[in-house]
């Protein structure tokens, strides 16, 4: 069996093609558009500019997954549109141009999803961590131990929403604006050092933290370096930004407010040693939303 899933994020629209067999997954096709939906959205609503662009992009992806077999095609949204005022308005039109349903994710489930695709397909998840999942617009944070979900909440930042909010360069302020998002929240104050990071904004980390530090091992990363390489890429100069449109392109605007955020969340937890994941919240989905359902 095929399954063909598309994430609608603030910042980016994603699909991923899964075969399974068996329960495992193996993902057998992937593309990215870099929608940034976040920036259509004006007084809480989604322009038409904005809704016409989802609709082509579901289409596309749509015909992509016909060539590639796909027996089920399924489309999920998050942060991006959950918040919207016109949401009817959104799904009723993506249901008369592109004859598909937009599920609406909700932050507790986005948490739930991420976290059970990290722990799905990581053999070695570490017996106490605190996960976090950064999008364009929200951030799900789940306390786990012994490879189970004790708490989990989603914090109403991400990436993008950060560069917009703070004019894209008060990095300073979008860490400390984190951290005292995290206070609020009912994890509150817990304590960990271990970090497990999913998402768009971690793997363009690792890419830069791979070039200030080659001899690293692959998605593992430190505090103490993660926060050497903050103070060189706040400076924001020339040379960062020609590193960052050479090794991250589609994220030179929303990595260092994503690495801020992620900076001042450790600093609070205690935070020592971080992990990246390849997976998340599309392969939860696929597990929690999909398989389970086909199974009952």
Do not use: W
């Amino acid at each position: 069996m095929k399954i063909a899933v598309v994430d609608i994020g603030s910042n980016t629209v994603k699909m991923k093609i899964y075969s399974v067999n068996n329960g495992i997954l193996n993902e057998t096709y992937s593309e990215i558009n870099n929608a940034k939906l976040i920036s259509y959205i004006s007084s809480g609503t989604l322009s038409v500019d904005g809704i016409f662009l989802l609709c082509s992009i579901i289409n596309h992806f749509k015909a992509k997954a016909n060539e590639n077999h796909a027996d089920i095609f399924k489309c999920f949204a998050t942060a991006s549109l959950r918040r919207t005022q016109n949401i009817d308005e959104i799904t009723s039109a993506v249901l008369y141009a592109c004859q598909e349903e937009i599920d609406l994710v909700s932050g507790e489930d986005e948490a739930f999803y991420s976290f059970s695709g990290v722990k799905n397909t990581t053999p070695l998840f570490p017996d106490e961590a605190i996960l976090l999942d950064m999008g364009g617009g929200s951030t799900e944070i789940v306390h786990c131990i012994s490879a189970q979900r004790k708490a989990s909440e989603s914090m109403g930042f991400g990436s993008l929403s950060l560069y917009l909010d703070f004019d894209g360069s008060n990095f300073d302020a979008m860490k400390s604006y984190a951290t005292e998002s995290f206070k609020k929240t009912k994890l509150y104050p817990l304590k960990s050092t271990n970090a497990i990071l999913v998402g768009g904004t971690a793997l363009a980390l690792c890419k830069l933290y791979s070039h200030f530090y080659k001899d690293s091992a692959e998605f593992c990363m430190t505090y103490d370096n993660l926060n050497n390489m903050y103070v060189k890429l706040k400076e924001c100069n020339a040379e960062i930004v020609n590193l960052l449109s050479a090794l991250v392109p589609h994220r030179v605007t929303t990595v260092i407010p994503g690495l801020a955020a992620y900076l001042g969340i450790f600093e609070e937890v205690g935070i020592k040693n971080i992990t990246v994941s390849t997976c998340g919240i599309r392969e939860g989905y696929v597990y929690e939303k999909i398989l389970k359902n086909s199974e009952s």
